[in-house]
Nanobody, 120 residues
Framework: QVQLVESGGGSVQPGGSLRLSCAAS????????MGWYRQAPGKQRELVAG???????NYADSVKGRFTISRDNAKNTVYLQMNSLQPEDTAVYYC??????????????WGKGTLVTVSS
């Protein structure tokens, strides 16, 4: 199995920055893509940013120009640099990895989430 552990959440004032990290561990054979999702109170979980093993990235329109996703393949770690944070960015942020462990088909794995609160 694959375990994902997020860190870096917290409280920040509007306009501030945070950096989220997510490290994958376990019986990993290959991770094809990693990403960050978020879920605000009363809303559905949505994709924030994704990155392939080759480094291709995609972003939700609401975060383009403010958030940057990156990954360290050697460490199976993905990062999300969040700048110019706004109250509407408040949510629980979840790390996701699409990968394969020995003996199983590729599947999505999820972290437990880290809370980001943007408030004055």
């Amino acid at each position: 199995q694959v375990q994902l552990v997020e860190s870096g959440g917290g409280s920040v004032q509007p306009g501030g920055s945070l950096r989220l990290s997510c490290a994958a561990s376990g019986s990993i054979f290959s991770i094809y893509a990693m990403g960050w999702y978020r879920q605000a109170p009363g809303k559905q979980r949505e994709l924030v940013a994704g990155i392939s093993s080759g480094g291709s990235t995609n972003y939700a329109d609401s975060v383009k120009g403010r958030f940057t996703i990156s990954r360290d393949n050697a460490k199976n770690t993905v990062y999300l640099q969040m700048n110019s944070l706004q109250p509407e960015d408040t949510a629980v942020y979840y790390c996701n990895a699409y990968g394969k462990v020995p003996g199983m088909v590729p599947m999505h794995y999820w972290g437990k989430g880290t809370l980001v609160t943007v408030s004055s």
